[in-house]
């Protein structure tokens, strides 16, 4: 019996008993546009995390620490389990360009697929780092340790800046 393969959206839409894929039609296209669904069945499970700032302060003071909380996500089709890695940057643009590097923190999650947690972090401003207004830049999961996905989805940039003194 032949799957039911049809085209939404720029993807091809596998149908298998009662199991949807969705999967981007041309990731699995063979030669005359024909579709593997061993392909399919070989995908390995991935995690996916992306995240937001969910709160930070309006100002800061250098040589202290600021609290920080983040939702994190994992979009994935695998539960995340381990300690993750959140570098924080500040910039002085919206898009988070030309960052300058404030501290590397760390926080065990455990995430199921589809799921999210918050999480807090202590982001130490050390003395000398340059004052006036900045956007908090949070890049999750920096090294890939986990060994994502999607690495294009990783940055996460405050819609407001931080008055640094």
């Known amino acids: 019996m032949q799957p039911i393969i049809e085209t939404l959206e720029s993807r091809a839409y596998y149908s298998v ?28 499970p991935r995690i996916d995390l992306t995240g937001r700032v969910s709160r930070y302060p309006s100002s800061a003071v250098l040589g202290k620490s600021m609290s920080v909380s983040m939702i994190i996500d994992d979009d994935g089709t695998k539960a995340a389990v381990g300690t993750l890695n959140v570098l924080f940057e500040f910039s002085t643009s919206p898009s988070g360009a030309n960052p ?42 920096p090294t890939n340790a986990f060994s994502e996905a999607n690495l294009s989805n990783k940055v996460s940039v405050t819609k407001t800046t931080i008055d640094v003194t």
């Open 17 to 44: 008993g009662s199991l949807p894929w969705l999967v981007p039609a041309p990731t699995h296209k063979a030669a005359g546009g024909a579709v593997h669904l061993e392909a399919l069945a070989k995908r390995k």
């Open 100 to 141: 300058l590097q404030l501290a590397t923190t760390t926080t065990p999650i455990n995430i199921n697929v589809g799921a999210s947690q918050t999480v807090r972090f202590s982001v130490p401003l050390a003395l000398g780092l340059p004052t006036g207004h900045e956007y908090l830049v949070a890049v999750i999961d």
